[in-house]
């Protein structure tokens, strides 16, 4: 028993769908392979089927390993759920099994189990962090805001498990290359099951990007999602989805115009200009209507004032 211990649990969300048709196949020979290529005696990996175990009593290691796991998996579609805690854990051990076909995993403790139910409560490909690190300075092992973890409220929530996370980021540098990722042709053709958390992944990276990103790259990525957009033509969307993907852009570019890094401001005249273009385009493709009525019923349910935000800026 490792008493204490760092554990990951991830799920492969999508997997049955997508591994019947072929399409995650090859992706999953090169996660074992990514696993096989970690070889730190410090870290120990379960990988059996569609479920991903990291434990190790080094955090530093554990924390390297668990974002290069997420970012690998973010950047080459294959969406990972987890949740990150801390308890015992069962040593594994390499056994000769003289029984024919047995293959006999242990009960992993405690800890284990703890990751597991908090994974659960997740709708949206990401690693939740447990609050338990951050009752004291003391409980906290070393994770960084906003450079190992952001805290987020997903847009669709599962019932019972609203409210705000904490949630590992991907590694530095990655943040762009991860939204090049994520587009409306994919989340059209998501298994109806997956749509409602590849859309909490969406908003998450469009919503830190706008806040996080430096001014060229968020007007370079406004213009390439309201392309996008428009590209879809008579294509059918689904209006709820459409309306959600766009309040989360604006609520990020008002949350990068309210904030007090200097570095990561825009002028009201840029805020304006960025907003305008949102409007428009959904005005053009006749989602407008829908949009308002989904903002004001967003500023309701989460107590904001995006509506009188956006208002003041004379966009609707």
């Known amino acids: 028993m490792t008493e204490n211990a760092y554990v990951c649990y991830c799920d492969v969300l999508g997997f049955t769908s997508r591994f019947i048709s072929g399409y995650l196949s090859n992706r999953y020979e090169q996660m074992i392979e990514m696993v096989k290529a970690i070889e730190d005696r410090?870290?120990?990996?379960?990988?059996?089927?569609?479920?991903?175990?990291?434990?190790?009593?080094?955090?530093?290691?554990?924390?390297?390993?668990?974002?290069?796991?997420?970012?690998?998996?973010?950047?080459?579609?294959?969406?990972?759920?987890?949740?990150?805690t801390r308890g015992n854990v069962t040593r594994g051990e390499v056994r000769t099994i003289n029984e024919p076909n047995r293959f006999i995993v242990p009960f992993l403790g405690e800890g284990y189990l703890r990751a597991y139910t908090l994974e659960t409560t997740l709708n949206i490909s990401g690693m939740m962090i447990d609050d338990a690190f951050f009752e004291s300075d003391d409980s906290n092992p070393g994770?960084?805001?906003?450079?190992?973890?952001?805290?987020?409220?997903?847009?669709?929530?599962?019932?019972?498990?609203?409210?705000?996370?904490?949630?590992?980021l991907?590694?530095?540098?990655?943040?762009?290359?991860?939204?090049?990722?994520?587009?409306?042709?994919?989340?059209?053709?998501?298994?109806?099951?997956?749509?409602?958390?590849?859309?909490?992944?969406?908003?998450?990276?469009?919503?830190?990007?706008?806040?996080?990103?430096n001014p060229q790259n968020v007007a370079l990525f406004v213009e390439k999602l309201m392309g996008e957009f428009e590209g879809q033509g008579k294509r059918i969307l689904i209006p709820s989805k459409v309306v959600i993907i766009f309040i989360a852009v604006i609520e990020g570019l008002l949350s990068r115009?309210?904030?007090?890094?200097?570095?990561?401001?825009?002028?009201?005249?840029?805020?304006?200009?960025?907003?305008?273009?949102?409007?428009?385009?959904?005005?053009?493709?006749?989602?407008?209507?829908?949009?308002?009525?989904?903002?004001?019923?967003?500023?309701?349910?989460?107590?904001?004032?995006?509506?009188?935000?956006?208002n003041s800026l004379r966009s609707l």
């Open 42 to 84: 410090d870290i120990t990996i379960y990988l059996l089927s569609d479920s991903i175990v990291v434990i190790s009593e080094d955090f530093v290691k554990f924390r390297a390993i668990t974002q290069e796991l997420y970012t690998w998996g973010i950047l080459h579609d294959f969406w990972l759920r987890g949740a990150i």
């Open 143 to 168: 994770f960084r805001k906003n450079i190992d973890y952001t805290i987020y409220e997903e847009y669709v929530p599962k019932r019972g498990y609203e409210g705000k996370k904490r949630l590992l």
């Open 170 to 213: 991907a590694k530095e540098h990655s943040l762009r290359p991860v939204l090049d990722t994520m587009r409306f042709e994919q989340m059209l053709k998501s298994h109806i099951e997956d749509v409602d958390k590849y859309l909490n992944t969406f908003c998450f990276y469009i919503e830190y990007l706008l806040e996080h990103a």
């Open 257 to 310: 115009y309210r904030s007090p890094d200097g570095s990561r401001q825009c002028d009201a005249g840029e805020l304006e200009q960025l907003v305008n273009r949102v409007i428009d385009g959904l005005r053009t493709e006749g989602y407008l209507v829908p949009f308002i009525d989904g903002l004001l019923d967003f500023d309701k349910r989460r107590h904001t004032t995006l509506y009188k935000e956006i």
